[in-house]
């Protein structure tokens, strides 16, 4: 740590987790070693999950939950081995309340289509209203503006204040006694707002609505505790919280699952199957119709191990004090614009800004040449950038792997940007 980073207090030991991913070793464009502030989009993977990745396909490869040979067994106690790591991990009061899905647009996809299923009291219909918001990620608002569209149903949204937080002034408009089910992101990807969850879910549970929250922004970064939370429903996805690819999680209470009906079918969801009818198989697998992702649920698990060794408590500590360390940096770049909170308060890692009028597309690949890897876009959050008038902008995002020397490439890198454009 430099002089210039000594009064960052909370920093993990950056220098030694760094060594478990061997993607952070990368030499691009000139001999550049990359700097990786692309998280929010996915994080890099550990030795420990690529390892146990390689372990389970040269060891252990077989189908789950069928077989009775030993290897066939070895996989299936891995795959459910990796349910009860997720059940710790997010403190769920069963682990038949660990859903395994392909990602957090399918764990969402797979709530909206179980309500627009669903017998009463659950179900939605024309006569009922789904709220969300206007922060949302797309995969927070299509399954349920077709929801919606399928049902007649009227959705609903809270709207954005001019420093990028919720503006919960109408709540009482948005969630009314009509309202089935409100549906919100607990980090934004784009914004970083750290939103009030108590308060929303306060007024749902006056109504009577169910709470899904999207927590794929927030289960890599802090404890991710359900039952603090009171939802009725969380998503969140492996592969942004060092996991792999193809491995979501849908967390539910376990008397919704009983009684919601399923999304998918096929094998492994179902007890009995006739040419008339059939009946399915209680939660979790219920709703895991198909061979599911095997290896991806043991990566998830050994990303959950890693995880849990270092401590979520300490992840969030480092993380705030590196997003504090770039929000203040970052104002200091003349035209430098802060799309959401400009203060490390109840915000996320993630970073979005304006430059100018340098559009983020150019933003992004001059910083690529300095060998910085950072988003450019609307970042599937197309209504945000509408809202405050802006056709994309770039993102930096921040893990328990980034440092403050990090920051310090972004901004130097940012005045190349400049000075590029004149």
């Not at 949302?136 to 949204?157: D, F, Y």
């Not at 950038?385 to 130097?412: N, Q």
Request: net charge negative.
């Amino acid at each position: 740590m430099t002089s210039a980073h000594q009064g960052l207090s909370g920093l993990l030991d950056t220098e030694a987790i760094r060594k478990d991913f061997p993607l952070l070793d990368r030499v691009v464009h000139d001999g550049k070693k990359i700097v990786y502030l692309d998280s929010a989009a996915t994080s890099q993977k550990p030795r420990q999950v690529l390892d146990a990745l390689n372990t389970y396909y040269e060891r252990h490869n077989a189908n789950v939950h069928r077989g009775v040979y030993t290897v066939a067994e070895e996989a299936t106690a891995l795959y459910e081995g990796a349910r009860d790591k997720v059940a710790a991990f997010i403190n769920a009061p069963s682990r038949d309340e660990v859903i395994f899905t392909k990602n957090a647009s399918e764990s969402l996809n797979l709530v909206a289509n179980m309500l627009g299923w669903a017998d009463e009291p659950y179900r939605v219909d024309h006569e009922t209203e789904i709220a969300i918001t206007e922060m949302e990620h797309h995969s927070n608002i299509v399954p349920w503006q077709l929801l919606s569209q399928r049902t007649g149903a009227k959705l609903k949204w809270f709207g954005l204040t001019d420093d990028g937080r919720l503006d919960l002034s109408n709540i009482e408009e948005v969630i009314t006694e009509k309202t089935k089910i409100v549906s919100f992101t607990l980090v934004s990807n784009l914004l970083g707002t750290v939103n009030p969850v108590e308060t929303i879910i306060r007024r749902a549970q006056e109504v009577g609505a169910l709470v899904c929250i999207d927590a794929s922004q927030a289960a890599p970064h802090m404890v991710l505790d359900v039952q603090a939370l009171q939802a009725d429903f969380v998503a969140f996805t492996g592969h942004k919280m060092c996991g792999p690819t193809g491995i979501g999680v849908l967390w539910g209470r376990q008397e919704l699952l009983e009684d919601l009906p399923p999304f998918l079918g096929g094998g492994e969801m179902i007890e009995t199957v006739s040419m008339h009818s059939s009946t399915y198989a209680p939660a979790p697998h219920k709703f895991e119709a198909g061979t599911p992702p095997i290896a991806q649920a043991v990566g998830l698990g050994a990303a959950v191990d890693y995880l849990s060794a270092i401590g979520m408590e300490n992840i969030a500590r480092h993380e705030h004090a590196i997003t504090e360390y770039a929000v203040r940096r970052l104002q200091e770049v003349p035209d430098l614009r802060i799309i959401g909170p400009t203060t490390a308060e109840d915000r996320g890692a993630a970073i979005s800004f304006t430059l100018g009028d340098i559009h983020p597309h150019d933003v992004g690949q001059v910083l690529d040449e300095e060998g910085i890897a950072v988003r450019v876009g609307h970042h599937c959050a197309r209504p945000v950038c509408l809202r405050y008038g802006i056709p994309a902008t770039t993102r930096a995002s921040f893990y328990l792997y980034s440092t403050p020397a990090e920051v310090d490439a972004l901004v130097a890198g940012l005045e190349h940007v400049r000075n590029f454009f004149g």
